[in-house]
T-cell receptor, first 109, second 116 residues
Framework: GQNIDQPTEMTATEGAIVQINCTYQ??????LFWYQQHAGEAPTFLSY??LDGLEEKGRFSSFLSRSKGYSYLLLKELQMKDSASYLC??????????WGAGTKLIIKP | GAVVSQHPSWVICKSGTSVKIECRSL??????MFWYRQFPKQSLMLMAT?????????EQGVEKDKFLINHASLTLSTLTVTSAHPEDSSFYIC????????????FGEGSRLTVL
């Protein structure tokens, strides 16, 4: 079956760095997405990786290793507004998105 | 960036009535639109995938006759919850893509449905 695993909840301190991991087992692979979702709002796109390596976009970076079925989202210089759920999703061979359950990130002052 | 507009944002209705939610892509042609529902503290659950001009593909367990999806144009898809019941109360979200190679989905703002 298809499976996306990510931690349920993480806590970090304002100004620090946090890494949210995602491992996946899917029928084929056409890219991995990270989305941010604040409570009560729709998800917003953060990143898309289809090739191995690190993609940096401001304070956020996303890494992919296709051979390991592994990705992480790295958040630097954490701000209180970064408190949200972070969703990992993989597009399979049928171009269907398989969603992880999300990681709730709690930022403490 | 691309914008997807969803309407209404909030809707409260009586049990047994039908509710229509619209999803529009404002500045691009959406060949494919997705409809999700999300219960509190849970991830998105894909309900159906709709391609313009063809019937929607529903996920297992989603009732086609209860959740009617129409994707009549490249910029509009609608979800109609027919004969709504309290257990249908949820957050419904649409997303759209212009094609397989764009690498990005654009989400609507979501519609919170409460059925009394």
């Amino acid at each position: 079956g298809q499976n996306i695993d990510q931690p349920t909840e993480m806590t970090a301190t304002e100004g620090a760095i946090v890494q949210i991991n995602c491992t996946y087992q899917t029928s084929g692979f056409n890219g991995l997405f990270w989305y941010q979702q604040h409570a009560g709002e729709a998800p917003t796109f953060l990143s898309y990786n289809v090739l191995d390596g690190l993609e940096e976009k401001g304070r956020f970076s996303s890494f992919l290793s296709r051979s390991k079925g592994y990705s992480y989202l790295l958040l630097k210089e954490l701000q209180m507004k970064d408190s949200a759920s972070y969703l990992c999703a993989v597009m399979d061979s049928n171009y269907q998105l398989i969603w992880g359950a999300g990681t709730k990130l709690i930022i403490k002052p | 960036g691309a914008v997807v507009s969803q309407h209404p944002s909030w809707v409260i209705c009586k049990s047994g009535t039908s509710v229509k939610i619209e999803c529009r892509s404002l500045d691009f042609q959406a060949t494919t639109m997705f409809w999700y529902r999300q219960f509190p503290k849970q991830s998105l659950m894909l309900m159906a995938t709709s391609n313009e001009g063809s019937k929607a593909t529903y996920e297992q367990g989603v009732e086609k006759d209860k959740f009617l999806i129409n994707h009549a144009s490249l910029t509009l898809s609608t979800l109609t919850v027919t004969s709504a019941h309290p257990e249908d109360s949820s957050f419904y979200i649409c997303s759209a893509t212009s094609g397989r190679d764009t690498g990005e989905l654009f989400f609507g703002e979501g519609s919170r449905l409460t059925v009394l």
